[in-house]
């Protein structure tokens, strides 16, 4: 949890729990090679009691030679502007203001004092919130810079500790009041467990180390495939859906969650039922549907893929009509794009779908670039009738939600070609072919 040198920041609370962490702590960072600075955070809440919390903790600090700070917060406006249950907005807060302390003073680590009765209750709570192996796993020993030197010691060895070293700690009423389903865990159903199990809370804790190397390797497996079958896009993350349908259902779950935490940066508010949501949308919706994800993205199925990226605001078709001078050049913002126009010799088809080669002699100059419009038809390259733009569209398995932006290159009203997609028959380069103009566009 610590290497020589670190700054440790001690989350002290004042309670049994984080005094006993503290004082150990102090009598090992010699040992250790180790600095501390004990924190405290006020979460405006419980008045004179929560100011005796903090002077308890800061005289703690002063007794055993250790640099303090304080930070105030105010965990009921917090809930209130997020909607979020008091114990939730204190515990962001707390976390942003110790994570404070640490980047101001350079700290390596943050120690809080919780115990194997913490995990105990951590697991009974997400099992009742129907968890799966990720909340199992219960309260990471380390996680990032937070460690948790007691998570292996019940809370009466700490309690035990304190009366030996004769050390004062603070006892918070609050922890006692049943209206927190936490507490009626700690009161009520863990003391009527320990009647049938005496161990229930070291074997609940067990279950969670089992779980945590069960969902890293799962978490390992879902990279790995995500790895294979996805592709980074300017939208965010394609997922190819015939390899995605191939995974067991375990990582299906899993892969989602990990391309959503690619694009959103974090996996919070990641509800079961909109990844199972996502997981439907991949293995059996409509090609077009959209589901919308928390932090202001969505996943859209396409043709044989499912991207989940930024949500994008709903855009007007481009209007208007664009001319092209040959030779020349023309930009047009709303496409974005920006397209040349240069006559040439060579009959070198490119590779390049940003690039089309003509038949210059088969053109009407100038030439007109638009959106497309209602009743449009196109005569691809290599066939002999023309159809509905709407119908190539659909067979080139394009997204709807593009099809209004790609820009069309006109001749004598006649599309000659659907830019990054085909050249018309009409235009094509052929043996016949004297002169060829070569067109290429590009994003703005």
């Not at 055993?64 to 105030?72: G, T």
């Not at 190819?240 to 935490?261: E, G, K, M, T």
């Not at 009409?426 to 703005?444: G, P, Q, S």
């Amino acid at each position: 949890m610590v290497a020589p040198g670190d700054l440790v920041i001690v989350a002290v609370s004042g309670g049994s729990d984080s005094t006993a962490l503290l004082h150990a702590l102090a009598q090992l960072r010699s040992a250790l090679s180790i600095r501390l600075r004990a924190a405290h955070v006020h979460h405006g809440i419980r008045g004179r009691e929560a100011d005796a919390d903090a002077e308890a903790a800061r005289e703690l600090a002063s007794d055993l030679n250790i640099p303090f700070s304080l930070r105030r917060v105010d965990a009921p406006a917090h809930a209130r502007k997020r909607g979020l249950s008091l114990e939730t907005a204190a515990r962001e807060l707390r976390y942003a203001a110790l994570e404070g302390i640490s980047r101001r003073c350079r700290a390596s680590r943050i120690a809080t004092g919780h115990t194997l009765d913490d995990q105990a209750e951590t697991v009974l709570l997400n099992c009742l919130r129907g968890a799966g192996p990720r909340g199992l796993a219960g309260i990471p020993p380390v996680r990032g810079s937070i460690i948790r030197p007691l998570i292996g010691i019940g809370r009466a060895d700490a309690r035990r500790y304190c009366e030996a070293q004769r050390l004062r700690y603070r006892v918070d009423r609050s922890n006692a009041d049943p209206a927190h389903t936490r507490n009626r865990i700690r009161h009520e159903i863990i003391p009527a467990l320990q009647r049938l199990q005496p161990a229930v809370a070291s074997h609940l804790a067990r279950l969670a180390a089992i779980m945590r190397a069960e969902d890293e390797f799962m978490a390992a497996q879902a990279d790995a495939a995500l790895r294979r079958i996805a592709a980074a896009t300017a939208q965010g993350v394609k997922l190819q859906l015939d390899s995605f349908a191939a995974l067991s259902p375990a990582l299906q779950r899993r892969v989602v969650r990990a391309a959503i935490a690619k694009i959103k940066g974090d996996e919070l508010d990641l509800e079961l039922e909109r990844i199972d949501a996502v997981v439907a949308l991949a293995l059996s919706g409509r090609t077009g549907s959209v589901i919308e994800l928390p932090g202001g993205l969505c996943a859209r199925r396409g043709y044989g893929n499912l991207v989940i990226g930024r949500a994008s605001p709903a855009t007007e078709p481009a209007r208007g009509e664009w001319e092209l001078p040959i030779p020349g050049e023309v930009c047009i913002p709303e496409l974005g794009v920006r397209i040349s126009a240069r006559p040439t010799r060579s009959r070198r088809m490119p590779g390049n779908p940003a690039l089309a080669l003509l038949d210059a002699d088969s053109l009407q100059a100038p030439l007109a670039i638009r959106a497309r419009r209602h009743g449009d038809r196109f005569r691809p390259s290599g066939m002999s009738a023309s159809v509905k733009l709407q119908d190539f569209f659909v067979n080139a398995k394009t997204p709807r939600g593009e099809r209004d932006h790609i820009p069309l290159v006109l001749s004598g009203g006649e599309i000659v070609w659907v830019v990054g997609h085909r050249v018309s028959d009409l235009a094509k380069v052929t043996e016949r072919t004297r002169r060829t103009l070569r067109l290429e566009a590009r994003k703005l």
